[in-house]
């Protein structure tokens, strides 16, 4: 389950089309949807940069005494709350995976994916995050577009210095496109197939088709969604905050058999799980 705790970001990145707010989850709201829902696993983010929430620590902590046995959170890394050691080692306390986006290697190449991101502030932050003495799981994650490809050596070394525990080097959506056009595949698109989650056919390159893979996503609202792809929120499953549990589960589970076959819009258009691997790990 993802639960996003705000829908702000500090960002404007060149693939992301999602519409961003000013909103925060309450610790009170958050702790009531993990009452209702009693969900094992979490994703603390959907559509916004969780790291923005000033009180994302404390989150973290109730989702553990709320019996979430994994709590995951992606970030875009340059957030200034990830410059404060106290904000940093209270979220790792409790965190059991924390991936950090880093997709350049330096100010002029981050900014062309992260538009609006500082390479000094992210180094910054990544020097607090491998101080901390947290069991966390750190990973390092690299999109490869074809300006950092070859780079790789450098992103091990950077991971290793500031002790994260392993790196993946993973595949982008490219400008949120389904279909490539050529300038768009001479711009961005990575040369090795490994980093490709695009595939030529007829002279034009598509976004690769996978399995579906339904899952629930709570909004900063409170309104439930079936999909990370439903950004837009289009399919209000109904307010977790004010409704019964049974009856927006029943729901999903009647969503979900229209979503296997693809017959809902935002599956047909963008379900991007590709049933090969897009992301290539390596322990450090």
Not at 212 to 220: D, F, G, K
Not at 250 to 270: A, D, H, Q, V, Y
Request: aromatic share 8%; net charge positive; hydrophobic share 30%.
């Amino acid at each position: 389950m993802n639960i996003e705790v705000t829908d702000a970001c500090n960002l404007n990145c060149s693939s992301c089309h999602t519409p961003h707010g000013s909103n925060y989850m309450t610790p009170s709201n958050f702790t009531s949807i993990l009452q209702k829902l009693h969900p094992g696993q979490v994703r603390l983010h959907w559509r916004g940069e969780p790291c923005l929430h000033p009180q994302l620590p404390e989150l973290a902590e109730i989702a553990k005494s709320n019996g979430v046995r994994k709590l995951w959170l992606s970030t875009n890394t340059a957030v200034p709350n990830l410059s404060n050691a106290e904000y940093v080692n209270g979220l790792l306390a409790n965190l059991d995976t924390l991936v950090c986006s880093v997709d350049g290697y330096d100010q002029r190449s981050l900014e062309k994916y992260r538009v609006g991101a500082s390479w000094k502030l992210l180094n910054r932050n990544l020097d607090i995050i491998g101080e901390s003495r947290s069991g966390c799981l750190r990973e390092m994650r690299v999109l490869m577009f074809k300006y950092n490809e070859g780079r790789e050596d450098f992103y091990r070394v950077l991971a290793r210095e500031h002790g994260f525990h392993q790196i993946s080097f993973a595949q982008p959506i490219i400008n949120y496109k389904t279909v490539l056009s050529p300038v768009e595949v001479d711009e961005w698109l990575a040369e090795d197939p490994r980093y490709q989650r695009y595939e030529e056919k007829d002279g034009r390159w598509h976004l690769k088709r996978g399995n579906c893979r339904p899952h629930l996503c709570v909004s900063v609202h409170g309104s439930a969604h079936p999909c990370g792809h439903d950004w837009r929120l289009q399919y209000n499953l109904g307010n977790i905050l004010v409704e019964p549990r049974g009856d927006i589960m029943n729901r999903f589970s009647e969503l979900k058999p229209m979503m296997l076959t693809r017959s809902l819009p935002i599956c047909g258009k963008w379900c991007c799980l590709p049933r090969e691997r897009v992301d290539y790990r390596e322990k450090l």
